[in-house]
């Protein structure tokens, strides 16, 4: 059974391989915010050396290393499982000898392991060439960044699975996936580091999920978090991938006993 799992994570590869050209376009697209949001960070700089603790150095590579992750952990899994049950496809997966919820997980993290060898990867480096990000020199501080890429793939699909699950109740879920789109983009830091919101709105993402998907890596990777602590980061990161799963078993508990298909 387990290679089982392994095969989702390999066909969803090889499915997101026959449209890698949009995935080209997307380097393009992505180079292009980045340039947006550099130019306009300088341009706030201005002659400041430092801002909230980010010199220009910094917050040039965070841009970069924050929307190159968003790259490789975006994924459209809400979607699909708000897709499956509205069109009655889900009854199907039911009654196959493998859970659905692991399935597609597994299938998040083929996509992710494809976007990070065919755009994360090529990306960083073209942005590298444009901008003047500046890498981490010590290995190690590589080998925990990669290791929290992965948490957030998976604290990010998990909130994406919740969202899904949500069509069992309200059946047009579109409106809540779009909002929680941009509640990701804007809480997680890839649109305005956490370091820059108000005290009291801080307080309150400490306890939300959101910064283990962008900020916590990117801090790490930019030396914002210093080496001794990252481990310490990682673990906050393993803590959420573990409360998630609390409500989504409960939701996909509650969600079965209300499963109608219609027609056949």
């Known amino acids: ?44 700089f201005g002659s400041a050396e430092t801002l909230q603790g980010f010199t220009l150095a910094q917050m040039t590579t965070y841009i970069a290393v924050s929307w190159m992750a968003r790259a490789f952990y975006f994924n459209n899994l809400d979607r699909e499982i708000a897709n499956d049950i509205r069109d009655g496809s889900i009854a199907m997966q039911l009654i196959r000898p493998y859970s659905y919820l692991l ?6 993290l083929g996509e992710g392991l494809f976007r990070l060898i065919l755009f994360m990867g090529p990306g960083l480096v073209i942005v590298c060439l444009l901008f003047p990000v500046k890498l981490p020199k010590d290995p190690v501080v590589w080998v925990i960044y990669f ?17 899904g699950l949500a069509a069992f109740f309200v059946e047009n879920n579109e409106g809540m996936m779009r909002m929680k789109r941009v509640l990701v983009d804007l809480f997680s830091g ?3 580091p956490i370091a820059f919101f108000p005290g009291w709105l ?17 801090a790490v990777f930019t030396g914002r978090t210093p080496l001794d602590q990252a481990w310490g980061v990682l673990g906050l ?8 799963l609390v ?15 219609q027609g056949g």
């Open 103 to 108: 399935v597609k997980m597994m299938q998040g």
């Open 1 to 44: 059974m387990k290679s089982a799992y392994v095969d989702f994570i390999r066909i969803r590869f090889l499915t997101m391989l026959a449209y890698r050209v949009n995935y080209y376009s997307g380097i393009v697209i992505y180079a292009i915010n980045i340039g947006a949001y550099y130019f306009l960070w300088k341009a706030i």
């Open 237 to 244: 990161q393993v803590l959420w991938f573990v409360i998630l």
């Open 202 to 218: 801080k307080g309150i993402m400490e306890w939300l999920p959101f910064q283990a998907i962008t900020y916590l890596p990117s």
């Open 147 to 163: 290791i929290m890429l992965l948490f957030s793939l998976f604290i990010n699909s998990q909130l994406n699975i919740l969202t």
């Open 190 to 192: 890839v649109l305005i």
């Open 247 to 261: 409500p989504i078993l409960f939701t996909w508990r509650a969600a079965r006993k209300r499963l109608f298909v």
